[in-house]
């Protein structure tokens, strides 16, 4: 019983993780495309 509640805390702890990872790459997506005017930079 205790075994999987510590792995239920482990997934909520890297499903957030990975949102705000998420966050994180698509400010940073924005910001690349109002400097840059690309989607990708150097790609096309």
């Known amino acids: 019983m205790n075994e ?3 792995v239920e805390k482990e997934k909520i ?10 966050m994180i790459g698509f ?13 990708i930079p150097g790609f096309v």
């Open 13 to 22: 702890v890297a499903e957030k993780l990975n949102g705000r990872f998420a």
């Open 27 to 39: 400010i940073a997506l924005i910001g690349a495309y109002l400097t840059t005017g690309q989607i």
């Open 4 to 6: 999987t509640k510590k």
